[in-house]
């Protein structure tokens, strides 16, 4: 019997790569765009196209099978009609369209990327959003030539800082590529950043359900290096010059910590194949941030004493955001945010759950449970698997 099932296996798996060998080259093809918008409007315009490097991707699963995201990515094959591709994913422009700004018709533009294997033939890339009912509608729609040498950027960037890879379980079309890279680490600050990424790295891998599956994981790192230490604190009028663009305030909110500085963000984060990304902050203000599919940010440095396992915390927290589309909310915090689910509809996000922020400890222990907890999703050993099997081939 056993037998039988892997045979079944090796043959399902020899059939996607065909289909990836049919379609796709083994690199990855960059397509950045502007979106746009306020209240009751919403338009992408879209940027440029580059050729990226190795596919870092699964080539068996190609077709999104989670249903995750607020928008969805789909690619047609132009001669076929047939869709070759497809992922969901959440931006920080569906966070900022239900903020007071935009509600009060503010039109604003925010620098998006999606990222898909390299076609052989023309596509028609699309991209859909969901309705308050949680349906997807169209878009954006573009049909974009890879053997077009007008069409895509095929420059190859000089790698502007050091990367390397500190966990090697294999190639990284077998495995889950996590990048970690630094922001507001001055060049006096660059070991730390070594240590700290080596740290975040440890305790992600050691944490349920993350270490049963740690086998499944590479991480790599980039060296971002600058110029200031510390990141941007808008509200204090504190600006720092550093490399990714990362601040506090994000949405008007003192702990989420984003960019808005995408370009330069893909730029870097390039250089090395990656399916996630965390970014690590150089400051000692307790936030961070998490968006599915998009990237992570976590604070690095405490002033107090004994707190610790608060940075520990953030860092797993938000990977389940970024990594395993996991949802929460909390009645305690205030948020900048309107309206974000229509009340009676369920949200995509699995095991969403609304609550009190809780501040005990153990909250760090993201156990293999579904049950409710004061202070934190759970995530599930179901719910990684799921993200890992997409992303690869089990």
Not at 19 to 42: A, P
Not at 55 to 70: A, H, M, P, R, V
Not at 150 to 172: C, E, H, W
Not at 249 to 271: H, K, M, P, V, W
Request: aromatic share 12%; net charge positive.
């Amino acid at each position: 019997m056993k037998r039988l099932f892997f045979l079944a296996v090796a043959l399902t798996c020899s059939l996607f790569s065909q289909s990836f060998n049919q379609f796709f080259h083994d690199k990855t093809l960059r397509v950045d765009y502007h979106h746009t918008g306020t209240k009751g409007m919403e338009i992408i315009a879209l940027d440029k196209v580059y050729d990226e490097g190795i596919w870092s991707g699964s080539k068996t699963q190609l077709i999104d099978q989670l249903n995750y995201g607020e928008y969805m990515v789909r690619v047609y094959d132009v001669a076929t009609a047939a869709m070759i591709y497809s992922r969901g994913y959440s931006t920080m422009f569906n966070e900022w369209h239900s903020t007071d700004e935009a509600l009060a018709g503010i039109v604003k533009t925010i620098h998006e990327t999606v990222r898909i294997p390299f076609p052989k033939n023309k596509i028609q890339l699309t991209i859909s959003r969901r309705d308050k009912q949680m349906i997807f509608h169209e878009l954006f729609s573009t049909l974009i030539d890879p053997n077009n040498s007008a069409t895509v950027n095929i420059q190859q960037r000089t790698s502007l800082f050091k990367s390397s890879k500190i966990v090697d379980n294999g190639p990284s079309e077998k495995k889950v590529d996590l990048l970690i890279v630094g922001d507001g680490y001055a060049k006096t600050d660059i070991q730390k950043f070594r240590d700290d990424a080596k740290h975040y790295s440890d305790i992600l891998l050691s944490t349920s359900p993350f270490k049963e599956r740690k086998k499944d994981f590479n991480v790599w790192i980039i060296e971002a290096e600058s110029k200031q230490s510390g990141i941007d604190k808008p509200k204090s009028n504190v600006w720092k010059e550093n490399a990714l663009g990362t601040m506090y305030d994000t949405f008007g909110s003192a702990r989420y910590i984003l960019t808005e500085e995408n370009r330069t963000l893909r730029d870097i984060c390039g250089q090395v194949p990656y399916d996630a990304i965390a970014i690590l902050v150089n400051d000692s203000r307790y936030g961070g941030g998490g968006i599915y599919n998009l990237y992570t940010t976590c604070f690095t440095q405490t002033d107090t004493k004994g707190m610790e396992w608060q940075m520990d915390y953030v860092f797993v927290h938000e990977l389940g955001h970024s990594f395993a589309g996991l949802g929460d909310e909390y009645y305690t915090s205030s948020v900048a945010y309107n309206d974000f689910y229509q009340a009676g509809v369920e949200p995509w996000e699995p095991k969403r759950r609304f609550r009190h922020r809780g501040k005990n400890r153990n909250t760090i222990l993201l156990k293999r449970s579904v049950e409710n907890s004061i202070g934190s999703h759970r995530i599930t050993t179901q719910n990684v698997n799921r993200c890992i099997r997409q992303a690869r081939i089990f």
